[in-house]
């Protein structure tokens, strides 16, 4: 059973910066895919970033078009952990953050069967 533990959200003012980690366990095969997903209040579940696990595909990619160029999504094989980087962050990126897993990088929350609890980001202006 995969298992996807997220830390790292918190309060910041508009333009500082945060990164988030999801630390994954459990069969490779239902974890090849970590995606980063937000929900704001009222909004639907988007997805932000993708990236494949396996160390011999290429690099993630920002889905999301309101974050790319201050979003970057990596990962560090040896702590089984993904990260989000959000730098100039902007009120309206204040939402729950969702680590999820699954067998292929998806561009809806369908293709992902493993899900974190959630870390909340909120930006004041």
């Not at 990164?19 to 937000?38: E, I, N, Q, Y």
């Not at 639907?44 to 979003?71: M, Q």
């Not at 959000?86 to 990126?93: A, G, Q, S, T």
Request: with cysteine; aromatic share 10%; glycine share 12%.
């Amino acid at each position: 059973q995969v298992q996807l533990v997220e830390s790292g959200g918190g309060s910041v003012q508009a333009g500082g910066s945060l990164r988030l980690s999801c630390t994954h366990s459990g069969p490779t095969s239902d974890k090849r895919c970590v995606a980063w997903f937000r929900q704001a209040p009222g909004k639907e579940r988007e997805v932000v970033a993708t990236k494949y696990t396996d160390t011999f595909t290429s690099a993630g990619i920002v889905l999301l078009d309101s974050v790319r160029g201050r979003f970057g999504i990596s990962q560090d094989n040896a702590k089984n952990t993904v990260y989000l980087q959000m730098n100039n962050l902007k009120p309206e990126d204040t939402a729950m953050y969702y680590c999820a897993a699954g067998s292929y990088c998806g561009n809806s929350d369908r293709a992902f069967g493993f899900w974190g609890q959630g870390t909340q980001v909120t930006v004041s202006s």
